[in-house]
C-alpha cells in the first residue's frame, strides 16, 4: 500500500471528514433555520455560537456562566456514573466466570439479564429508587446494571471461544481448572471484556443523565431539562449535549487505550491478523 493510500485511509482523516461533514449540515440547518420566525438558538444554533457561549462571562443561574454551571453538574453526573460503570464491570466480569463454570447457572441467570435489559430507563428508575429510597444510589445502581449486561455477555463469548486444542492441551499437561482459567481462558476473554467496556462506559454516562432528568437533585439531566424550560440560558442545554457526546466518546476511546497497555500482545496479534488478511 503506498503511502498516499495509507494517509487517505487512516482513523484521524476519515474522522476529521466525517466531523466536516457534521458541522457543514449543520451550518446549513441552522442558516436555514435563521430565515424562518422561531429563535435559532432555541432551534438549532450555529456552531459558532455554541463555541463562544463556552468562553461567554455572562451570568445565567445563581451568578455562574453557563460553562460553569455545566462543569459543576458534571461533576455530580459522572462521578455517579463512574461508581455504577466500576461496580458493573467488576459483577459483569464475576457473573461471566460464574456462568462459564456451571451451566445451570447460565441457564439459570441469563434470561433474567436480558429481560433486564429490555425494561426502558424511564421504568427502571422509579423501581430502583423505590428500592433504594435514595436518588443518588439509584442512579448508581442504573449505571452498573447498564454496565453489567454487556461486559457479562461479552466475557462470556470469551471464555466460550477457546478451541477445544487448547483445552486437550492443557489436558495434556495434567492442569487443573484454576490452571486452566490462568493460563488460557482469562487471557483469552480479555479482548472481549474490553469490548464490553467499550459499549458499556458510553452508555453508563448517558443514563445517568437520562435519570438526572426525571429525579432532579442536581447533575447534567437537571440542568438540561431547566435550560429547555427557559429556566436559564438554552446554550447550557447545547454545550451539555456536545459535552455528553464527547466525554461518551473519550470514555470510549480511553477503554481502548487501557486495552492496549493491559494486553499488547492481543494488540499485536490484531494487527498480524489484520496484515494477513489484507496480503
Partial sequence: MSKAKKILSSKPLIMMVWFLVLVVLWEIGASNMEKTKRTPENILPHVSQIVGSVTDGKLVSNNMTATQIVLKSAGATLERALIGFLFGSVFGFLMALLMKLSNLVEKTIF???????????????????????DI??????????????PVATNTLAGLNSVSKEKYELMYSYAANKWTIYKKVLIPSCIPYFFTGLKISAPMAITASIL????????????????????????????????????????????????????SPQMRQFRQSRKHRSKA
Fill in 211 to 262: 435519570v438526572d432528568t426525571l429525579q432532579g437533585d442536581g447533575g447534567l439531566g437537571c440542568m438540561l431539562s431547566q435550560s429547555l424550560k427557559h429556566a436559564m440560558s438554552i446554550y447550557v442545554f447545547w454545550q451539555i449535549v456536545f459535552f455528553s457526546a464527547i466525554i461518551g466518546i473519550l470514555s470510549s476511546v480511553l477503554m481502548g487505550f487501557i486495552e492496549k497497555l493491559v
Fill in 111 to 133: 434470561p433474567y439479564l436480558m429481560l433486564i435489559q429490555m425494561i426502558p430507563i424511564i421504568g427502571m428508575a422509579p423501581i430502583i429508587l423505590a428500592i433504594t429510597h
Fill in 136 to 149: 443518588g444510589t439509584s442512579r448508581i445502581v442504573i449505571a452498573a446494571i447498564l454496565t453489567f449486561y
